[in-house]
């Protein structure tokens, strides 16, 4: 990005008021993780409550994905600003443990599921590899030997690995990764079942989303591996539910112009994985989200 465009965007954000802020979650769970990068992901039931009554103290409106899209496209300013709660991949804690905190307050709520999650077909190399990890004082991945004999030595570690998985983009990569993992794996993170996402689904507060089949970065795929990611994981979703599908979240938050060209043809809305709040310089392709953290 040059300079202009930097000064651009950093002008917008100090002179375009926000319509509200798309908050982006994925685990909600008693336990985080030991290990930087996952722990980020995961905050506790406690923190989403907190959370919830700090937008309510500020006069925030609680909204689902189908009115962040009216405000999209209508472009109208309301005196409140909304929060739309959001979480991908669709991992069983969301039912377990966030679920009950929305259905307390009220509060609507979308889960952008990744199809091969409930179908067991996932690989959940962040989770699989932080065992990984934690269990050895040294690592050998692709030729190259890595100390993890301290928490400081397996968070750099993980952070590499990680950086080679979404630089590469390759299945081999990926497959001499769950090689690597294969004989430690404990399979503690849980994912969604069918049942459970049904069961939701039918909550009004709820709405279904979709995060592809695989959750693989899409730019790097061609038209063809994309339009398939894009169309199976709503017709299965669809097919599952037994509702439309209209929403969807980029893998990794990863997108270029022509992914977005292939979304239009499926969805009417697909978010970001950061930008921070909602502005009106948003697309119905390119809507901000952020990260809520807990430390």
Known sequence: MNLFLKVKNKMRKVFIRPYGEILMLHRVTQERSKLE?????????AFLEHTILNYKSAGYRFVSLDEVQQQVESRNHCRNKFVCFTFDDGYADNYEFAYPVFKKYGCPFAIYVTTDFPDHKAFLWWYD??????????????GIEYNCSDLKNKNQTFKKIKEEVFSSGTEMTLKKLELLVKKNVRHNVKALSWEQISFLA???????????VSHPSLPLLSDEIIRKELLEGKKKIEDK????????AYPYGNWDDRVARLVMEQYSTAVLAW???????NT??????????EK
Do not use: S, W
């Open 275 to 281: 930008g921070g709040a909602v502005r009106e310089h």
């Open 202 to 212: 039918a909550d009004p507060l709820c709405t279904i989303g979709a995060h592809t």
């Open 284 to 293: 119905l392709y390119r809507i901000n989200r952020k990260e809520l953290t």
């Open 37 to 45: 990068d996952n722990r980020k992901m995961e905050i506790t039931p």
């Open 129 to 142: 590899l932080q065992d990984v990890l934690l269990e050895n004082e040294k690592l050998r991945f692709k």
């Open 241 to 248: 539910i037994e509702k439309p599908v209209r929403h969807f």
